[in-house]
Structure formats: C-alpha cells, structure tokens
C-alpha cells in the first residue's frame, strides 16, 4: 500500500509541475505578457498611485501588490524596480523581517516614509508602540528619506539618530504624541532648518511643544 501510495503522490506532483509549466508557456503567448517591463512598471505605479496614504503603515495589505501574484514575470517585473517600493509605512505591529523586506526591494531609491504611534491615556509610561529595532532598522535609511510623515513620541523621534544635515528630506510632516521639554529637542533643531535641511520644502509640525522660531 506504501508503494501505491507514493506512486499516487509522484504521479500528482508531476501532473502539477507539468500544469504549472503549462500555465506558464500560456501566459507567455498572452498579448499582455509581451508588454515591455517599463510599461508594467508604469501600470503598477498607477495602480499604487491610488492607494490611501493613511493606510501604508500596514504595508503588505496595499491592494497594488495583488500585481506581484498574477504571473511569474509581472512579479519579476515588480521586484526589479525599486521606485514600485519607496512608501514604507510603519507601525506598532511593523514587523522587523518585512520591513527588511521591504526596504530592500526599494534599492537605493528615495524613501517616503509615514510612521504612526500609538496613543493611550498612559502613553508616558507605555510609550506609542514602535519598537525599538524597527527604529533601528528605519535610522540606516534615513539619508534617503525624501519626505517624512511622523506621529511619535519624542523619545521615539529621537531614537531615530538623526543625522546633522539631510540635503534629501524636502517634505517634513510632526505630531508630537506627548510634550516634551528635553534639551535634546531644542539642541536637534538648534540650527536653522534650511541650514540642516537645505531642500526642505514643506513643514509641517503640530503639537511641537515651542515656537517656530526655534525651527525656521
């Protein structure tokens, strides 16, 4: 009965590599397989195009990466470009290894970067749920951060290592979760923003805890 039994198995696992195969020889022959990979890339980058910005924190529910799993060669196409993985969203339950993920697929290309912790009544003393290792993580790619969306605790956004200056950052959005009267806020934006970013375009700061005087 073993030997039967296995027979069975390798018969039904062939039948599927030869579907598999075949599936794939079909979708190859199919006019929309033949589109050259910057035109998908563009279709993809319209489809993500659409999706809520709010929502990018939970980054592996974005309805475009439904794209990734049509065929063997749109997700090919997909994963070889680095512009399709530039908004990385994160969160309380941002998982260290997929934000890895993520961020490698985007290569070098300029991050958009939208951070939400969470808010509760004691948040003094729990904090707004971002990890410390997804701040770590998230601090290696902070030269290539174009625009910054952030809603923290300031502890959380000093944890992030800021570097002295930033000719990257243009698009600069803070909500500050709690108060603060660390002098190491005021020593961070000590100098003069355009001095520290020089391309910064757009600031937005709520909550701040002190006036712009001490930003612009």
């Known amino acids: 009965h073993a030997s039967s039994i296995m027979s069975v198995t390798d018969v039904s696992q062939t039948d599927s590599l030869d579907d598999l195969i075949l599936r794939r020889r079909a979708n190859s022959l199919l006019p929309v397989s033949r589109l050259p990979s910057e035109i998908l890339v563009n279709i993809f980058d319209e489809c993500r195009g659409v999706e809520d910005r709010s929502y990018w924190w939970d980054l592996w529910r974005a309805s475009w990466l439904v794209c990734t799993h049509v065929c063997q060669y749109w997700r090919h196409v997909a994963l070889s470009a ?59 790619e902070l030269p290539r951060i174009g625009m910054l969306d952030i809603c923290v605790t300031w502890k959380t956004f000093l944890s992030l290592k800021w570097p002295i200056s930033s000719s990257t950052l243009e698009d600069l959005s803070l909500f500050a979760l709690d108060q603060t009267t660390s002098p190491e806020v005021h020593e961070l934006f000590s100098l003069r ?24």
């Open 82 to 140: 680095p512009m399709l993985w530039n908004n990385v969203g994160i969160g309380p339950l941002t998982d260290e290894e997929e934000l890895k993920t993520w961020l490698n697929r985007s290569g070098t290309a300029t991050l958009e970067v939208i951070i939400r912790g969470h808010r509760s009544a004691d948040i003094d003393s729990k904090g707004d749920g971002i990890h410390d290792s997804i701040l770590v993580c998230l601090a290696q």
């Open 193 to 216: 923003l355009y001095n520290r970013f020089p391309n910064l375009k757009r600031l937005l700061a709520s909550n701040a805890g002190f006036g712009f005087n001490h930003w612009i």
